[in-house]
T-cell receptor, first 114, second 114 residues
Framework: DAGVIQSPRHEVTEMGQEVTLRCKPI?????LFWYRQTMMRGLELLIY????????DSGMPEDRFSAKMPNASFSTLKIQPSEPRDSAVYFC????????????FGQGTRLTVV | AQSVTQLDSHVSVSEGTPVLLRCNYS??????LFWYVQHPNKGLQLLLK??????LVKGINGFEAEFKKSETSFHLTKPSAHMSDAAEYFC????????????FGTGTRLLVSP
């Protein structure tokens, strides 16, 4: 398996624009997580899904952020409109109870909002 | 609630000397604990995990960690540091929610000098 695949790896956008981050989890994993990493706040869990259903979105900073998982092999994290303070590295991770309680992480998307 | 505390934000060692990265956990039950490593501009990689089996856990790249319930600790060690070990290390605990939710520590940056 190729692991968790995120795209794009880098994104630079202007304030106010819509940004969409994409994630393909490991095949067979039924949990998917979106994290954000910043120098100030470290790694924060934004939202996670189980069997494509959002379970806990309490980490989503505000209504500008939304996440979807239309099927087991694809998820998106959208920011609309984007702001400079959204600049961070966004990680997607997936896991399966059958594989143990740890998660497998993608390489991340480095988002810069100017 | 489950949490982890990484006692050092930075640790500096010389190549060939032992490594000790400290982590204390807080949990009302016997938790699952992990160490992840993040190399610069890379995603997070699982180093090792403790899931209530042997208290001394061996991971990749010569790292190991010992679960000590009496001290609520899960320190990461390596007998001899390599330059390639320079990275950020995260101690992680699994939330007891039944949904594989991970809580990350603030991270320890390991610096290795020649």
């Amino acid at each position: 398996d190729a692991g968790v695949i995120q795209s794009p790896r880098h994104e630079v956008t202007e304030m106010g624009q819509e940004v969409t981050l994409r994630c393909k989890p490991i095949s067979g994993h039924d949990y998917l997580f979106w994290y954000r990493q910043t120098m100030m706040r470290g790694l924060e869990l934004l939202i996670y899904f189980n069997n494509n259903v959002p379970i806990d979105d309490s980490g989503m900073p505000e209504d500008r952020f939304s996440a979807k998982m239309p099927n087991a092999s694809f998820s998106t994290l959208k920011i609309q409109p984007s702001e400079p303070r959204d600049s961070a590295v966004y990680f997607c991770a997936s896991s399966s109870p059958l594989g143990g309680p740890h998660a497998f992480f993608g390489q991340g998307t480095r988002l810069t909002v100017v | 609630a489950q949490s982890v505390t990484q006692l050092d934000s930075h640790v500096s060692v010389s190549e060939g000397t032992p490594v000790l990265l400290r982590c204390n956990y807080s949990s009302s039950y016997s938790p699952s604990l992990f160490w992840y490593v993040q190399h610069p501009n890379k995603g997070l990689q699982l180093l090792l995990k403790y899931t209530s089996a042997a208290t001394l856990v061996k991971g990749i790249n010569g790292f190991e960690a010992e679960f000590k319930k009496s001290e609520t600790s899960f320190h990461l060690t390596k007998p001899s540091a390599h330059m390639s070990d320079a990275a950020e290390y995260f101690c992680v605990v699994e939330m007891n929610t039944g949904f594989q939710k991970l809580v990350f520590g603030t991270g320890t940056r390991l610096l290795v000098s020649p």
